[in-house]
C-alpha cells in the first residue's frame, strides 16, 4: 500500500492550488473547472482521512483534512453560491 498518504494529500493540495493561483481555472469552462476543484479537494480529504484511520504521521493527516474542508468550502462558495442578484458562476 501507499506509505506516504498524507504527502499524496499535500500533494493534491498544490495541484490545486497551482491551477487557483496560475490563473488557469478562470480560462477553463465554469462547470470543469468547478468539478476539477471538487474532485481535487474530495480526494485530497479521503485520503486525509484514510490516512488518519492508518495512524500515518497524524498531525499532518489532520493538517490535510482541514486544509481539503477548506478548499471544498470555497469551491462551493465560488462555484455554487450567487451573489448580489447574479447567479452562480457554474450557471453562466
Known amino acids: 500500500m501507499v506509505r506516504n498518504l498524507p504527502q499524496l494529500g499535500i500533494g493534491l493540495q498544490v495541484v490545486f492550488f497551482i491551477l ?3 490563473t488557469l481555472l478562470p480560462k477553463i ?3 470543469v473547472a468547478a468539478f476539477v476543484c471538487l474532485f481535487l479537494s474530495f480526494s485530497s480529504l479521503i485520503v486525509g482521512i484514510y490516512s488518519v484511520k492508518r495512524q500515518q504521521n497524524l498531525i499532518l493527516s489532520i493538517a490535510v483534512i482541514i486544509i481539503a474542508f477548506l478548499i471544498l468550502g470555497f469551491t462551493i462558495f465560488a462555484y455554487f453560491l450567487g451573489e448580489a442578484g447574479y447567479p452562480p458562476l457554474i450557471m453562466q
Do not use: L
Open 20 to 22: 487557483f493561483f496560475g
Open 29 to 31: 469552462n465554469n462547470v
